[in-house]
């Protein structure tokens, strides 16, 4: 039940997907080599900026992985892996300033943000749920058409999820640059490789919203046409 034109569409953002993921590795490796000209590692440049913005309740903890960096709202930590928490480099003090970029927009009430963490409880069960009920939908779409209608609505929740990440994302990387060009972290030009490698960064959290948005418009048009 799977049409060419959806496995064609799927394929095409797989490939988008793995192209900008390679090139997010690849650079972040690259800016991994290049030491910023304050010598300050991942954990400093972490505790400085919240230091800088009041913040005084949130922990920075190291974490295993590679790019498994994240803020977790629920316990207040900044969790950096290894090579960012140690790090000396444009990539270890993008990455930490971008993760305290969420901390501040927690801080502050960042409207996105609260919208982001509300949704997590449905968004974690919609996820658990939603491929097997589409799955069970598309086959089953004759003699039972609602259980496609459930996976529907389930999956709209996971692309709403998707769409709202995007502002947090991009907000979190627009304070780190501002932060690390008031704060003499870094010179020009090492400035602009954070900024470069943060805009790799976004890039795959725009082609899986696009992706997730061509993927609900699929499974709408199908029961469009069951209708």
């Known amino acids: 039940m799977y049409y060419p034109g959806f496995i064609f569409l799927s394929i095409i953002f797989l490939v988008i997907g793995l192209i900008v993921g390679g090139m997010l590795k690849r650079r972040m490796a690259e800016y991994s080599q290049i030491p910023i ?12 900026m919240l230091r800088d913005y009041g913040i005084n309740d949130v ?4 974490v295993e992985g590679q790019l498994t960096d994240h803020y977790n709202p629920a316990n207040k930590t900044v969790n ?3 090579d960012v928490y140690h790090g000396r480099s444009v990539a270890a003090a993008a990455i930490a300033s971008h993760e305290c970029g969420h901390a501040v927009q927690h801080a502050t009430a960042y409207t996105w943000l609260s919208m982001r ?7 974690s069960f919609a996820s658990q749920w939603v491929q097997w009920i589409l799955f069970l939908g598309v086959i089953m779409i004759k003699a039972f058409p609602m259980l496609l209608v459930i996976g529907v609505c389930l999956f709209a929740v996971t692309t709403l999820f998707s769409v709202i990440t995007l502002p947090v994302e991009f907000d979190a990387s627009r304070r780190a640059l501002a932060w690390l060009d008031r704060a003499n972290i870094m010179g020009k030009e090492t400035h602009d490789k954070a900024a470069n490698g943060l805009k790799w960064a976004a890039s795959t959290y725009v082609i899986a919203a696009l992706a997730s948005i061509a993927t609900l418009l699929y499974y709408l048009s199908m029961l469009n046409r069951r209708n």
């Open 37 to 48: 000209e304050s010598g300050m590692s991942g954990k400093e440049v972490a505790e400085k």
């Open 59 to 62: 922990q920075i903890t190291c």
């Open 80 to 82: 950096l892996s290894t």
């Open 117 to 123: 963490s509300a949704m997590v409880p449905a968004v």
